[in-house]
């Protein structure tokens, strides 16, 4: 793009030397007669050229009011009444430089291509410095908060490796799409990413998942089938939810992670595969080594980078940007004109305590944009599900005659109830992982 340069001179003959001689230069030039033209397209202009003396308001004015609107913008001042106090005060002001009536063409174009290269220089310093401090997005990641800065930075040196990395945090808070941000500024980005939700896979199921299975493997097996890991070999396999394995399972994970080998379900072919494993989990796995639902050996394998993702009530100073980075998004989807966010809509947003985190804040956002009839999202079009109350207290904390054992089971018992014999659905029922609910079971007898 050509730069441009905008010409401040009163007297007509000189505007038009000057102006001839920088569109022969190669620039745009733009022109003006007094200060008050030269305000009102200003801040278009790359460079400025000024006279000091102008008709009403002066050289100094106008160079105090560029400044005020844009400190960027290199501003050169000539005149032919110049005195070293008004060249001093030129420059206190912010002149880039000063020329002195009459100069030389040649030593204009000297003096305009030395303070636009320093304005590209300033530019480019700005811009290295913005590059080399806070970044605020990470692919769809957004955050200015110190946690998130310091997630994002995790990401860029860990995801040039093979090192295995276990991403833990609650529900909602965005381990899908650092897990894929690591994926995608890998050596690996070109190769596959298989996903794995280690809940939505049923017990029996999980191993032929997995690992695949050869044909007559068991019943319904009419062909092979490979795996998820072999889907992936080259590639990344992302383990959602991965504090829900079964024990028999969590071996044969182990297996993979160190040796880096395994053999298909109906198989005894010993398989080599090269994947880079990424967990999550929204669980407490120490507590699960502790309760022995959860192998301490693969946990330490699993926990080669741990990245740990805060809550959202945690960084609420990144609500505003996220905020305004969902009405950016799924403006378009939902059909309407809403362009922005209000403060007063940022304020409510702030003021919640957001259980269900970044996810349940994105809901919280489409659902007023589908909602809002005008340009701006306004805190009346913000509708916030409150948490319900605490259910009405006893007075004991146990029935009579209960013991907490019991009174645990008999909890258990009613979750299992209501769930069917759903085990992962009585978990969840229930706030715990899979594999504990199963450690509960085992210890009342009731575990096959």
């Not at 997630?151 to 990395?165: D, E, G, L, N, S």
């Not at 595969?273 to 699960?288: F, G, K, P």
């Amino acid at each position: 793009m050509k730069r441009r340069i905008l010409v401040v001179e009163d007297e007509e003959k000189l505007r038009r030397v000057l102006e001839l001689q920088l569109a022969s230069a190669g620039f745009e030039v733009d022109k003006a007669r007094t200060a008050e033209e030269a305000l009102k397209i200003a801040d278009r202009a790359d460079l400025v050229l000024t006279d000091l003396r102008l008709p009403q308001m002066d050289g100094l004015e106008l160079l105090a009011s560029i400044r005020r609107q844009n400190s960027q913008t290199p501003v050169i001042v000539m005149t032919a009444f110049g005195t070293i106090e008004t060249a001093v005060e030129a420059m206190k002001t912010g002149a880039t430089d000063f020329l002195l009536k009459p100069f030389s063409l040649d030593h204009l174009m000297t003096v305009v291509g030395k303070a636009l290269e320093m304005r590209a220089l300033r530019d480019e310093n700005l811009q290295l410095r913005e590059e080399l401090g806070r970044r605020y997005t990470f692919d769809n990641i957004v955050g200015r908060s110190a946690p998130m800065q310091e997630v994002f930075a995790t990401i860029a040196r860990v995801a040039p490796t093979r090192a295995t990395v276990l991403l833990a945090g609650e529900s909602g808070v965005g381990k899908d799409l650092i897990a894929r941000a690591i994926h995608f500024h890998s050596p690996r980005r070109d190769r596959p990413l298989v996903k794995i939700n280690c809940t939505s896979i049923p017990e029996n199921l999980m191993e032929s998942e997995l690992f695949g299975f050869e044909k007559g493997a068991f019943t319904g097996a009419q062909t092979s089938k490979p795996g998820k890991f072999e889907q992936a070999d080259t590639g990344t396999v992302f383990l959602d939810e991965i504090g829900d394995v079964p024990a028999s399972i969590q071996v044969k994970l182990l297996r993979v992670l160190q040796e880096r080998e395994f053999e298909r379900l109906g198989s005894n072919v010993t398989r080599h595969i090269d994947v880079r494993v990424v967990a999550a989990t929204n669980q407490d796995l120490r507590a699960a080594l502790e309760q022995g639902t959860f192998r301490e050996d693969l946990y330490y394998r699993l926990n080669v980078v741990p990245m740990n993702i805060p809550p959202l009530r945690e960084r609420k100073e990144d609500i505003p940007f996220l905020a305004t980075h969902f009405v950016t998004k799924l403006g378009p989807d939902t059909g309407n004109r809403v362009e922005s966010i209000t403060d007063a809509a940022i304020a409510k947003l702030m003021g919640y305590h957001w259980p269900g985190n970044v996810r349940e804040l994105e809901n919280v956002i489409e659902r007023s944009l589908v909602m809002c009839s005008g340009t701006r999202l306004d805190a009346a079009d913000i509708k916030l599900e409150m948490a319900p109350r605490s259910r009405v207290q006893t007075d004991h904390f146990l029935p009579d005659g209960m013991t907490l054992d019991q009174y645990e089971q008999d909890i258990i018992r009613e979750a299992l109830r209501r769930a069917d014999g759903n085990k992962s659905q009585a978990a969840r029922l229930l706030g715990l992982t899979r594999n504990a609910l199963r450690y509960r079971l085992t210890q009342m007898g009731l575990e096959s």
